[in-house]
């Protein structure tokens, strides 16, 4: 059963720029204005105690033990956390939050239902540099969820990722002709107006069968075309 309330997405980052601006797009921006879903990026340079002498308030600092590079500190991601929290604790809301590693569990369809049927609220933690300091995961208990099998400048793009994936699931959002491609007889090979089609003196068709208005030859055609790709792809 999914919770009747509305769902909460929180993005820890030091560029919530790019969170507003995904935000404010396509069926992410219907959820948002439908109340379906809201979306608030929490900038760890905000929570910062303190003023250096020059003006600059970094975020990051150099790990203990040697290394490349540097590492978010705790205090201002755990402070930005916790402000995102606040209001969720206040409400009673069912929480969760996720830092987003290249190391972490594979985000799949599967667990974005389950992350949508059992949080109201939903944290991402976005890492930059080297990484976030462990301690931040182990005070908020937070599972580290990785999006695929590479390593991206940060985690903003990751989380959005998601949070698109997870709110196509709310019920309510996708509109009458939109569905779960995975409900649904999906080719993934579609085709559009024209029938036939000229590129440098080349043409090319759309498939006759698609043509014929059999619904059984379509939809056998589909399976077919979607299991020569899992066999492609060596799933």
């Known amino acids: 059963m999914y919770s009747a309330r509305m769902k909460r997405f929180h993005v820890i980052t ?3 720029d790019i969170v507003t601006a995904y935000a404010g797009e396509s069926i992410v921006a219907r959820a948002v ?28 600092d150099r790990p203990y033990g040697g290394g490349p590079g540097m590492v978010l500190a705790a205090d201002p991601v755990v402070r930005a956390i916790d402000r995102a929290l606040s209001a969720a604790r206040k409400g009673k809301r069912k ?21 949508v049927k059992r949080y109201d609220d939903v944290v991402f933690v976005a890492g930059r540099y080297e990484g976030i300091d462990a301690r931040v995961k182990t005070i908020f208990r937070a ?6 099998p590479y390593v991206l400048t940060g985690g903003e793009l990751p989380a959005l990722t998601m949070i698109d994936a997870m709110t196509r699931r709310i019920p309510g959002v996708l509109g009458k002709f ?10 993934p090979d579609v085709y559009t107006r024209p029938e036939v089609y000229e590129w440098k003196g080349k043409k090319y068709r759309v498939p006759k069968v698609l043509r014929s208005g059999d619904h059984k030859k379509i939809d ?16």
Do not use: H
């Open 220 to 235: 056998a055609w589909k399976e077919t075309r979607i299991a020569m790709r899992k066999k492609k792809k060596g799933e």
């Open 14 to 16: 030091i560029f919530p």
């Open 143 to 148: 599972e580290e969820v990785s999006t695929g």
């Open 33 to 60: 204005k439908d109340k379906l879903i809201a979306i608030k990026a929490y900038n760890p340079r905000d929570f910062l105690r303190g003023k250096s002498k020059n003006g600059y308030r970094p975020v990051d």
């Open 95 to 115: 929480t969760k939050v996720i830092i987003l590693s290249p190391q972490g569990k594979e985000f799949t369809n599967a667990y974005a239902e389950r992350l």
């Open 178 to 187: 939109e569905s779960l491609e995975e409900s649904r007889t999906a080719s």
